[in-house]
């Protein structure tokens, strides 16, 4: 098993920046593949950026150039660094882990970004 805790959110005005941090516990040397993924009011979740573990990275392009995913594997925690935020990525972001197997996957209890224009 294997708990996600995020961090890291918080109000911020546009242009402004953020670092997201999630930890993962218990089993966290199973994981391949974290990612963060956001959910903004009356939306449905949305996909943000991934992070393998041999260091391949990805991003929708809505954040592709502003957003930076990156991963201490020695300390089992993903981080998300949000430049030029804008008031359209406010939103509850998420952390998610997926199992080398694939077939666990885990969230944690998500934090909340907010961005005022």
């Known amino acids: 098993q294997v708990q996600l805790v995020e961090s890291g959110g918080g109000s911020v005005q546009a242009g402004g920046s953020l670092r997201l941090s999630c930890v993962a516990s218990g089993s966290a040397d199973s994981l391949n593949v974290m990612a963060w993924y956001r959910q903004a009011p009356g939306k449905p979740r949305e996909y943000v950026a991934t992070s393998s573990i041999g260091g391949n990275t990805g991003y929708a392009p809505s954040v592709k150039g502003r957003f930076t995913i990156s991963r201490d594997n020695a300390k089992n925690t993903v981080y998300l660094q949000m430049d030029s935020l804008k008031p359209e990525d406010t939103a509850v972001y998420y952390c998610?882990?997926?199992?080398?197997?694939?077939?666990?996957?885990?969230w944690g209890q998500g934090t909340q970004v907010t961005v005022s224009s």
């Open positions: 998610n882990a997926k199992s080398f197997s694939g077939i666990y996957v885990y």
